[in-house]
């Protein structure tokens, strides 16, 4: 339990800036649905679903960079 206290307080700021980096991407992409379908359920249920679907969007498109990585470095 300690090691994970440890954790968090060494990345204290890492952790606040990703959190308002999210805060914030929530919002413009809450904006931009809005605009776009001129519907608040629309808009928010976009400004969730992105962002979810970026992140394993992400996690296979590192996964393929590290692979590349692999192939290169054997060469």
Known sequence: MAHIQNFVDQNQRM???T???YVM???VAMLVGYFVT???WMA???SILEPTIQAVAYFFHE???DKKNQ???QV
Request: net charge positive.
């Open 15 to 17: 952790f606040k800036k």
């Open 19 to 21: 959190l308002s980096y």
């Open 25 to 27: 991407h929530i919002t």
């Open 38 to 40: 001129g519907s608040i």
């Open 44 to 46: 928010m249920t976009l």
């Open 63 to 65: 996964r393929v960079w």
């Open 71 to 73: 192939t290169m470095q």
